[in-house]
């Protein structure tokens, strides 16, 4: 079991974050205020941040950095696109201490399935046909990361709406979900992701700004309402 699975275990609400940028220092920020785990990327523009990523090769020394500052689990968007994830970058990330993958479905090579040292994770759109989720446990997936909120939607308040979405997925699609921050997630919001049985919360750029000041802030009032329940 690695460090990601051990995390879907626990009781209580994990507080991932996902960086900005491939960048030691802001892993850091975010791990002095608590996070439980962190996300980096490569081969993908990242819409929410306006960061664009490169291949694997340009990262290797950041990546060592910021798995050396922490133990909890490690992720990565392997690519934005079916072409864009490659295989011999996929094998080297066990390596790295990278512990899982998250990408959406549509992106997901068929290859990506085969790596038992990588824990994978997929995320759906606003528009993915969800009687498909059914069989998606038997391909041997961790997690379902519920990316639902439409783009042009990113950055408001969370609704109810949202919020039965997130309940519906965790009661219909058989693993544990994922919310990332597309809304404007506030500690207000904890207690109802709590009670919808969120096993994760994972905050970006949406939430988080681009900066460490601004990462310490979110995950500190986070990290203080989560820890309260």
């Known amino acids: ?3 990601f699975q051990q995390a879907l275990t626990r009781e209580k609400l994990q507080l991932f974050v996902s960086l900005p940028a491939n960048d ?4 850091q920020a975010a791990l002095a205020e608590g996070a439980d785990g962190l996300k980096v990327h490569m081969n993908v523009g990242h819409r929410a941040s306006g960061s664009h990523f490169g291949p ?3 990262y290797l020394d950041v990546f060592a950095q910021i798995r ?10 392997p ?18 201490g990278v512990d ?4 959406y479905a549509f992106h997901m090579p068929s290859f990506l399935l085969r790596y038992p040292k990588l824990s994978r994770t997929f995320a759906i759109d606003s528009g993915f046909d969800l009687r498909l989720l059914e069989g998606a446990g ?22 109810f709406a949202d919020l039965l979405k997130y309940r519906w997925l965790v009661q219909h699609s058989g693993l544990p979900v994922i919310v990332p921050s597309q809304r404007k997630i ?3 919001d904890v207690p109802a992701l709590i009670d919808c049985g969120i096993r994760v919360l994972l905050i970006g750029a949406v939430v988080t700004g681009k900066d460490a000041d601004g990462i310490r802030r979110a995950v500190a009032e986070l990290r203080n309402e989560i820890d309260r329940h």
């Open 1 to 3: 079991m690695n460090r």
């Open 24 to 27: 030691a220092g802001l892993a």
């Open 56 to 58: 694997l090769s340009g």
């Open 68 to 77: 050396s500052l922490f133990d909890g689990p490690l992720g990565i968007v």
């Open 79 to 96: 690519g934005g696109s079916l072409d864009s994830v490659k295989p011999e970058e996929i094998e080297a990330l066990p390596g790295l």
């Open 100 to 103: 899982f993958t998250s990408i």
């Open 138 to 159: 038997t391909f041997g997936v961790e997690a379902l990361e519920a990316s639902v909120i439409p783009g042009d939607e990113y950055g408001t308040p969370l609704s």
């Open 186 to 188: 506030v500690p207000a």
